[in-house]
């Protein structure tokens, strides 16, 4: 890992922050980190992390950054806000954006960088808190063959398998692609769980016996277990996010021809779920919505 001295994270919530802690850990590395929230900063200088009071303290003191924010909203006003990346970033940084977000952004974001003489990549994950935590997280990378290799070694710190996609947008193109097919799979779940429970299979067996056959998923095993048990967290990817992602990725089907109608259920059901009030929950719940017909 030559050549970077120093590393900065900005957005450290629930994804981020356990992202950070293992990049502070495994990189040997120094990790300056940002949240607005100065708590989630401080909690983890007892793995290595420096606290920054700001964007821009990040920004100068180090040389490869990487940004794990809500979404496009936060993106660009981190990126072009006062202060900001843009403005304060100079020759020779690297930026990772592992948010997700749209396609657009990463490439407006990109361009102005590249006019500062700066690096960018975009690197989604995916595989949830719980690969954050243990650091084998799934992460689509957008970005150039120079770009990729010298920021593989910090990305292998947070994920176990990393792909190259293409060049810059084409790593958030897949994530959007990803998160879209798991929300259509939760509500294709729910509609399963519902008939054969209102058909006289017990809860508890729909997805233990589905799972043994042709029908078994990762988000059958993962997403399911919620639908069986009826317990459904509120400290992970809740449904509002849920929201935000499978928007972007019918944006990106509208601007390419695609007439997305499975996505467009998903979303009806989710937003439809936000609407009951469960939007801080994990996106099975919108199971309930089946429950209470």
């Known amino acids: ?36 929230d100065p708590d989630k900063a401080n909690a983890l200088s007892n793995f290595g992390v420096e606290a920054a009071g700001s964007v821009a303290e990040v920004v100068d003191g180090a040389d490869m950054i990487f940004i794990c924010v809500p979404g496009e909203v936060q993106v660009r006003e981190l990126a072009f806000g ?28 990109a361009a102005a960088l590249a006019g500062k003489g700066v690096d960018f990549a975009d690197a989604p994950v995916a595989r949830g808190v719980p690969a ?27 994920g176990t398998d990393i792909s190259h996609c293409g060049d810059v947008g084409t790593g958030q193109v897949l994530k959007l692609m990803n998160n879209m097919l798991v929300f259509e799979n939760v509500s294709a779940i729910a509609e399963a769980m519902a008939i054969a429970t209102r058909a006289g299979v017990a809860r508890e067996k729909v997805f233990e016996i589905l799972s043994r056959g042709s029908a078994d998923s990762f988000v059958m095993r993962k997403h399911g277990t919620h639908m069986t048990t009826g317990e459904y967290p509120d400290d992970q990817f ?47 719940v919108i199971y309930k919505l089946f429950e209470t017909e």
């Open 1 to 36: 890992m030559s050549g970077t001295e120093k590393l900065g994270f900005i957005g450290l919530g629930v994804m981020g922050g356990r992202m950070c802690r293992n990049l502070a850990q495994k990189s040997g590395r120094r990790v300056i980190g940002y949240d607005i």
């Open 82 to 109: 006062e202060d900001g990346l843009v403005a304060r970033a100079r020759a020779g940084q690297t930026v990772v954006d592992m948010t997700t977000a749209t396609v657009e952004v990463n490439r407006e974001v």
């Open 132 to 158: 954050a935590e243990g650091g084998t997280l799934a992460i689509m990378v957008g970005a150039s063959d120079d770009v990729r290799a010298r920021i593989q070694p910090y990305l292998e710190c947070m």
């Open 238 to 284: 809740p449904t509002t996010y849920s929201l935000k992602d499978i928007g972007y990725a019918l944006d990106l089907a509208e601007k390419v021809g695609v007439e997305a109608d499975g996505a467009k259920l998903a979303q009806r059901r989710l937003q439809e779920a936000a609407d009951k009030g469960l939007g801080n929950y994990y996106a099975p």
